[in-house]
């Protein structure tokens, strides 16, 4: 069974940036397709970005550009740089795993792994 833990989350004026890590155990993540989501209060689940088995990622329009997808496979983690944040960025963001597919999946409910969360808050 595959375990995500997000880390890195915190308070950040805007403009400023932040980079979030997902640690993966149990399998190898690098045989998943590694999702960001983001919930702010009173949201539903929004897809942020991911990537995929063949390390191609994969942006919602509200972060390209500015928010960045790595893999670090000798560590089992994923990454989120986020760049140029504004307050309109602050939520809890999840990493979340599921088995790959050829188009790429944005739909929360379809995922399968997910870690706890971690918040990220923009001051304006």
């Known amino acids: 069974q595959l375990q995500l833990v997000e880390s890195g989350g915190g308070k950040v004026q805007a403009g400023g940036s932040l980079r979030l890590s997902c640690a993966a155990s149990?399998?190898?993540?690098?045989?998943?397709?590694m999702g960001w989501f983001r919930q702010a209060p009173g949201k539903e689940r929004e897809f942020v970005g991911v990537?995929?088995?063949?390390?191609?990622?994969a942006y919602a329009d509200s972060v390209k550009g500015r928010f960045t997808i790595s893999r670090d496979n000798a560590k089992n983690t994923v990454y989120l740089q986020m760049n140029s944040l504004k307050p309109e960025d602050t939520a809890v963001y999840y990493c979340?795993?599921?088995?790959?597919?050829?188009?790429?999946?944005?739909?929360?409910?379809?995922?399968?792994?997910w870690g706890q969360g971690t918040q990220v808050t923009v001051s304006s």
């Open positions: 979340a795993a599921r088995k790959p597919t050829v188009v790429v999946v944005t739909t929360a409910s379809e995922y399968d792994s």
């Open positions: 990537i995929r088995t063949t390390n191609i990622p």
């Open positions: 149990g399998r190898t993540s690098t045989n998943y397709h």
